[in-house]
């Protein structure tokens, strides 16, 4: 086997599969996540009792579960009850799932750092709650969010990999069966390392451009 | 400035004088209450307002000057009182309170201009979300509210790029922006050094003498002595004496009014 032709011909083509299913995980779940995030913290801070305290539990059992066991019971529990999705549709949901809690952890505290003089003076000017909370909070929070969130965008892009646990073959699974069938583990792995390790780096360049775009003056970055 | 009401000039004199309807009121006040814990700081409070009037509520710190502004719009909830805005009552008002703080503005101590929008963002959002103004003249009108203070050349500028005597006349622009009828000041200037207070005193007077009805919490009795139709003196949560300020500041019926007063001696002797 030439080493040349094994990387042109057999890894590349491999890992480019992969990598395309591993965006395809990253770019559903982050959205959501994100969005779910938001929708939690609000939850916990904004809402009533109950659905504050909804709130809190889910983030309890969300950080207290293994993602691993997440993505099991998605997969492989939900069917007994009715429920059956793909491997890829179980990664997705569980990765939103995950992804939004820790997310949601990260502005509230942001949130919790918005003055409040802020919201006084919104609510001054007639403003509702929703509204305080969607022009004077959240656009606040969120900025102070990113370095957070970038996090956990970043530990996303890495947790994507358990996918393969559930069968779908993203970047660490096409590197694993190259690597189990030529016997080449090194030479794989490093090659998969090299590519995560792009991504996280060019995900860091993406939100440090994002974090100047958005930057204000007088508020953090 | 501010002409864009026509209002019955100052100079006639509106002090207490001639009894008037209750529809003369713009604003009533009665009874208010408000405990902090076990803590009074407002201990029954009733006032009236005229239309155009400036009152200027003076005392030692802590007498609850500042609450008393905020039970006005509701932000801080009383557990007992009413306040009317002429016949609508403010209290109590459950959604409709949206509408009235559109025409109770507020202006405060440490300006709370909104951290991430310009100055001229900060003065058009709430008459694009509150007001639902169409884009177009929410910016016509923010900007004509940022000349009126003198501050349209910094129309772009974060808060954090102005002085606080800048940061202050964007504020009051952008409680002006919202037509209010009344305006209510919570120590506009303390946060200020002595010049940024002069510039935003300036911009008080002339809305005063534009006709605007300004309830004012303050401790610059030259502003007092000047501007304020009325004077209120406050401590411990009550109203000690009101009137207009030739009598409240040089000649009080308390002995407490004239102690308090008596501190500023050197900034009211001088009328201007």
Redesign the interface.
């Known amino acids: 086997m030439e080493p040349a032709g094994f990387i042109t011909d057999i890894l590349i083509p491999a890992l480019s599969q992969g990598l395309v299913v591993t965006l395809q995980l990253i770019v559903l779940s982050a959205p959501f996540g994100l969005l779910l995030g938001i929708g939690i913290s609000l939850g916990r801070q904004y809402g009533g009792k109950n659905l504050s305290n909804i709130c809190k539990l889910y983030v309890i059992f969300i950080k207290g579960c293994p993602l691993l066991l997440l993505l099991f019971i998605l997969y492989f529990g939900l069917p007994s009850v009715g429920i059956t999705l793909t491997a890829f549709a179980a990664s997705v949901i569980g990765f939103i799932l995950c992804n939004a809690a820790y997310n949601s952890e990260y502005i509230r505290g942001a949130i919790l750092s918005v ?1 409040d ?2 919201t ?9 709650k929703w ?1 305080v909370i969607r ?2 909070v959240l ?2 929070a969120l ?1 102070r969010a990113i370095p957070g969130l970038s996090n956990e965008f970043i530990y996303l892009i890495k947790y994507s990999s358990l996918a393969y646990m559930l069968t779908v073959i993203e970047l660490s699974g096409a590197g694993k069966l190259v690597a189990t069938k030529y016997f080449a583990y090194n030479e794989v792995f490093i090659a998969v390392g090299i590519v995560y390790l792009a991504l996280v780096t060019f995900t860091t360049v993406a939100v440090h451009y994002l974090e100047k775009r958005v930057a ?4 953090i970055h | 400035m501010w002409s864009k009401k026509e209002l019955p000039s100052r100079a006639s004199g509106q002090g207490q004088d001639s009894p008037m309807k209750d529809d003369a009121f713009v604003l009533r006040v009665e009874d208010i209450h408000k405990k902090f814990g076990t803590n009074e700081v407002l201990k029954g409070v009733s006032f009236n307002v005229r239309k155009g009037e400036t009152i200027v509520f003076i005392g030692p710190s802590g007498t609850g000057k500042s609450t008393l502004l905020r039970c006005i719009n509701q932000l801080t909830i009383p557990e007992k009182g009413r306040v009317w805005l002429h016949d609508d009552e403010v209290t109590n008002s459950g959604p409709k309170i949206s509408y009235f703080r559109q025409k109770i503005g507020m202006v405060f101590q440490n300006f709370y201009l909104f951290d991430h929008l310009t100055a001229v963002r900060n003065v058009e959002i709430a008459l694009l979300k509150v007001k639902k103004m169409d884009p177009e003249s929410a910016r016509r009108q923010a900007l004509y509210e940022l000349e009126q203070v003198g501050m349209k050349g910094w129309a772009d500028h974060y808060p954090a790029e102005l002085s606080g005597g800048q940061a202050q006349r964007v504020s009051i622009a952008r409680a002006l922006a919202m037509d209010p009828e009344v305006i209510l000041f919570d120590e506009p200037t303390s946060a200020l050094d002595p010049e940024l207070t002069r510039e935003v005193l300036e911009v008080m007077k002339k809305l005063a003498k534009s006709g605007m009805t300004m309830l004012v919490v303050s401790h610059e009795m030259g502003f007092a002595a000047s501007v304020a139709n009325q004077i209120i003196f406050m401590e411990n949560g009550n109203i000690v004496e009101q009137g207009p300020p030739d009598a409240l500041l040089y000649d009080p019926a308390y002995v407490r009014t004239r102690k308090f007063v008596g501190q500023f001696a050197d900034l009211t002797q001088r009328k201007d």
């Not at chain 1, 919104?122 to 403003?127: I, K, R």
């Not at chain 1, 204000?216 to 508020?219: E, T």
């Open positions: 003055k003089g802020q006084i003076a919104a609510q001054a000017l007639g403003m509702t509204q022009e004077v656009p606040q900025r204000v003056p007088g508020m």
